[in-house]
T-cell receptor
């Protein structure tokens, strides 16, 4: 079974400041990890994903995340926030079921990023 | 290359009614998963279809059912609607065996009154 905990339902930063959104996961098998962004009244857009290759993953729009197995974390960062980054961010974990090959996503509750000028 | 298409975009139903939501997967994808996203929450997995069969199911009652067609498109049916079924319903497609490549649609906003 998998689970995701996102620390902080809301994070506020100033434009140009560092963005740090926290995600901790639990998984009984080696995980695949994802960060998605959701703008109001829209679906989910993939920012980046970890699939057991490099532990530092670079995504779109200047975001990156580092997989730390010892800390069971996959925190999302961006060096300099932009007004357009204001949205809700979801961390998700997936596992490939070895016997059946089927996988599903388990999401955290989300973190709303607020960016002030 | 078309992504995942969901219809309708918005829907208002009365408590007790039945509803059908539709999803066309991204070209080349053969697996469809459905998620329910209540207001202020993360998406919750409902079920996944592959080869026209339900392969995995989340913690949802039997009022939620689905179907996958030979062209890989899918429907989500909800019977005896409750106020608590009001949510954004998201469809995600992927290619079986390539579980890291999910593509989401923009969702159907269902309001039950």
């Amino acid at each position: 079974a998998q689970s995701v905990t996102q620390l902080g339902s809301h994070v506020s930063v100033s434009e140009g400041a560092l963005v740090l959104l926290r995600c901790n996961y639990s998984s009984s098998v080696p995980p695949y990890l994802f960060w998605y962004v959701q703008y109001p009244n829209q679906g989910l857009q993939l920012l980046l994903k970890y699939t057991s290759a490099a532990t530092l993953v670079k995504g779109i729009n200047g975001f990156e995340a580092e997989f730390k197995k010892s800390e069971t974390s996959f925190h999302l960062t961006k060096p300099s926030a932009h007004m357009s980054d204001a949205a809700e961010y979801f961390c998700a974990v997936s596992a490939m079921y070895v016997d059946s090959g089927y996988s599903t996503l388990t999401f955290g509750k989300g973190t709303m990023l607020l960016v002030s000028p | 290359d078309a992504g995942v298409t969901q219809s309708p975009t918005h829907l208002i139903k009365t408590r007790g009614q039945q509803v059908t939501l539709r999803c066309s997967p991204k070209s080349g994808h053969d697996t469809v998963s459905w998620y329910q996203q209540a207001l202020g929450q993360g998406p919750q997995f409902i079920f996944q279809y592959y080869e026209e069969e339900e392969r995995q199911r989340g913690n949802f009652p039997d009022r939620f059912s689905g179907h996958q067609f030979p062209n890989y498109s899918s429907e989500l049916n909800v019977n005896a609607l409750l106020l608590g079924d009001s949510a954004l319903y998201l469809c995600a497609s992927s290619l079986q065996g390539k579980g890291v490549g999910y593509t989401f649609g923009s969702g159907t906003r269902l309001t039950v009154v």
